[in-house]
């Protein structure tokens, strides 16, 4: 994108910005995302023994969370920040999610954890109220928050009838998740709508518009303009 700028002295400057292709992060960070919430719903409607709770918490610490961080560092680099700052805030939840779980006795619950997952939660719904123009996404984060919301009452009260209730909207949330991660894969690999992902607005001309109308804000982003 070549534009102009004020230099000294009043005159003007040409300035290019270069824009370098990124593939959509939100299929790998929405996958990871699935694993995590399944597997801790596993234990949470006792479906496996609550020591094995321990093995949620490692594939939390070493699949969700590194591979969530590496979609929040590519979710910035795609001028996304709803990507960016959703899949930060998800993956160090399941961090602390997950080392709490490894270090308490199995099936004990952690008023400070769940204090913790409600803030979470009340965090995760800035990126799904921006999220707007592409409302699958945005679905996925506000079940995040519900599902973090629902466990954080769990562990703050011991109740056990709040932490089948986490486990049943954690296994909604993966199905949604899974939805939502292959039909942002098929739609980047296909270049085309495959799965509805309910795009509208900005989200719907990210993939409709003409590529001048694609660039003609970003001078005004984060990253290219003076300040943030």
Not at 48 to 60: E, S, T, W, Y
Request: glycine share 14%; charged share 10%; aromatic share 6%.
């Amino acid at each position: 994108m070549n534009g102009a700028g004020d230099g000294e002295g009043g005159g003007s400057l040409p300035v290019r910005v270069v824009l370098r292709p990124v593939g959509t992060p939100l299929p790998l960070g929405f996958l990871a995302l699935a694993v995590a919430t399944t597997a801790f719903a596993a234990v949470q409607l006792g479906w496996v023994p609550l020591d094995q709770g321990r093995v949620a918490a490692l594939a939390a610490l070493l699949f969700t969370v590194p591979l969530q961080l590496v979609a929040c560092v590519f979710g910035f680099l795609a001028r996304d920040p709803v990507a960016g700052t959703g899949m930060g805030v998800l993956a160090g939840t399941w961090a602390v999610v997950g080392a709490t779980t490894l270090t308490s006795p199995p099936g004990s619950s952690s008023p400070g954890l769940g204090v913790v997952l409600i803030a979470a939660a009340a965090c995760l719904l800035v990126p799904a109220a921006a999220a707007r123009g592409k409302l699958v996404a945005a679905a996925v984060m506000a079940l995040s928050a519900v599902r973090f919301a629902v466990t954080g009452v769990a562990e703050a009260t011991g109740s056990d009838a709040w932490l089948v209730g986490a486990g049943g909207v954690g296994l909604v949330l993966a199905l949604v998740a899974l939805y939502a991660a292959a039909g942002f894969e098929f739609e980047d690999v296909r270049r085309r709508t495959v799965l509805p992902l309910a795009r509208s607005g900005d989200g719907a001309a990210a993939l409709r518009g003409a590529p001048r109308e694609q660039v003609s804000a970003v001078a005004h982003e984060a990253g290219v303009r003076k300040q943030l």
